[in-house]
């Protein structure tokens, strides 16, 4: 059993930056592949970026490429996501995700691929 605990959101004006970081609790965090995901009120739940297991590749979704950047750690067993130029269109609740597939050659950019979830942390960009 995996579980996730994600932290670093917050309030902050248009064009600044945060760092979210995702704890992750289990012997198997290095063996999985880990994604960001968020939802903004009234709106589905969307992709945002995702790494492989071991770090050396990573994805992200046309709408952050450039300005957010995925990383982890594996010997902290964390994942991180550092955003800078946000943008009031960034406000949303983000979760990261662990993938079901140990070692997957391809990190998912879809949900229903990952198997466990964190709570969450609101991330909110004013403008």
């Known amino acids: 059993q995996v579980q996730l605990v994600e932290s670093g959101g917050g309030l902050v004006q248009a064009g600044g930056s945060l760092r979210l970081s995702c704890a992750a609790s289990?012997?198997?965090?290095?063996?999985?592949?880990m994604g960001w995901f968020r939802q903004a009120p009234g709106k589905e739940r969307e992709f945002v970026a995702a790494i492989s297991w071991n770090g050396g590749s990573a994805y992200y979704a046309d709408s952050v490429k450039g300005r957010f950047t995925i990383s982890r750690d594996n010997a902290k067993s964390t994942m991180y996501l550092q955003m800078s130029s946000l943008k009031p269109e960034d406000t949303a609740v983000y979760y990261c995700?662990?993938?079901?597939?140990?070692?997957?050659?391809?990190?998912?950019?879809?949900?229903?691929?990952?198997?466990?979830w964190g709570q969450g942390t609101q991330v909110t960009v004013s403008s």
């Open positions: 995700a662990a993938d079901s597939i140990a070692r997957a050659r391809v990190p998912a950019t879809t949900s229903n691929r990952y198997k466990y």
């Open positions: 289990g012997p198997t965090f290095s063996n999985y592949a």
